[in-house]
């Protein structure tokens, strides 16, 4: 280690390198990757939640087999995730224990309900939309497992996106009432998928930090308008009209104008007081407590296995 114990991690980020994990770094920058990969991983898997509700009521067994596969992805990207997490040194059990405990968050975005079809159309357009813009910059976060898990997780978050985008285009292309179910679901997703950047940058507690670290590259508001002016587009596509009135194509800013979702309303629901942040939580407790006896029998397996071999 050389006098200056941050010498090699300062010069590591000043050359957008990467920082890997027997690298030293700052405790708080570990401490800080935890926070936030933590939260990414227990996002994926409370996600699957809100998607999964539709799988035994798709309309055909096509839709069927893509939910089923999106949220088996889901999945997957919490356990690439909760293993980039265990690198900084701490256990997934442990990072499960935080969460049922209220101790660490999962995004805002997974309080709300999908209450008709059309909802799984707009959570992919929508909040997968917005995650693939949120997480194509942390492809290039300065922490190597973190970055790294991000690439396939994009991958695998576009093709979410456009299956999201192909159900609500039969359906605006459909029936009037088939239209008007797709309205009705960008009507109740649009806002929420504003506020899953996080809050403005003025309010933002840990942005400049994260990015003099090059973990975020991008500010919550610069990643909620690229959103936006991304997604306007795609919506006169569809034939669907974003719910702000205040949207207008500003020239001069060469990005639309629009109307700021509700800061307080994303405050409440970190709280945890969204619409269904109790049952959300709920579940994932039950499915713990459920699988207790496979994790006792993995172990009791894996101890006999010692004593025998
Ligand atoms: N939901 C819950 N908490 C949020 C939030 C949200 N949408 N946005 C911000 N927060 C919290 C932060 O965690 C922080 O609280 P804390 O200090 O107690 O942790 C506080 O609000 C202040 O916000 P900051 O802007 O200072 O926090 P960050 O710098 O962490 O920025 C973030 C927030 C942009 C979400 C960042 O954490 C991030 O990029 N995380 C990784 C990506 C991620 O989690 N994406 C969303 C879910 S994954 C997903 O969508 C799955 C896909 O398959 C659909």
């Given at each position: 280690a050389s006098a200056d114990p941050t010498a090699y991690f300062d010069a590591v980020i000043a050359a957008d390198g990467k920082i890997e994990p027997r690298d030293e770094m700052p405790e708080a920058y570990r401490k800080g990757l935890i926070r936030q990969i933590a939260q990414h991983a227990h996002s994926e898997i409370i996600g699957m939640q809100p998607e999964g509700n539709w799988i035994s009521r798709a309309p055909s067994l096509k839709r069927k087999a893509i939910l089923l596969a999106k949220v088996q992805d889901e999945a997957g990207h919490g356990l690439y995730l909760y293993a980039a997490a265990e690198t900084l040194g701490i256990d997934r059990a442990e990072l499960y224990r935080l969460l049922l405990a209220g101790k660490q968050k999962y995004s805002s975005i997974f309080n709300y309900p999908t209450l008709t079809w059309a909802d799984v159309g707009a959570v992919g357009w929508l909040v997968d939309g917005a995650a693939i813009v949120n997480q194509v910059p942390l492809?290039?976060?300065?922490y190597g497992p973190y970055a790294r898990a991000m690439i396939r997780i994009c991958k695998e978050e576009s093709f979410h996106q456009r299956q999201g985008y192909e159900i609500l285009y039969t359906l605006a292309t459909g029936t009037p009432e088939q239209k008007a179910m797709a309205q009705d679901a960008v009507d109740r997703w649009w806002y929420p998928s504003l506020a899953m950047f996080g809050p403005p940058d003025t309010d933002s507690t840990h942005s400049a930090q994260s990015m003099a670290w090059k973990i975020?590259?991008?500010s919550n508001d610069d990643l909620r308008q690229k959103f936006v002016d991304m997604t306007v587009q795609q919506a006169g596509v569809l034939g669907l009209v974003l719910p702000d009135p205040g949207l207008s194509w500003n020239e001069e800013r060469g990005h639309w104008d629009y109307t700021q979702p509700d800061y307080d309303e994303l405050f409440t629901v970190i709280k945890g007081d969204g619409p269904c942040n109790r049952e959300r939580m709920a579940h994932r407790q039950a499915a713990w407590d459920d699988g207790a006896w496979v994790r006792e029998a993995a172990m009791a397996y894996a101890e006999k296995k010692k004593v025998t071999t």
């Open positions: 492809c290039r976060c300065s975020k590259r991008f």
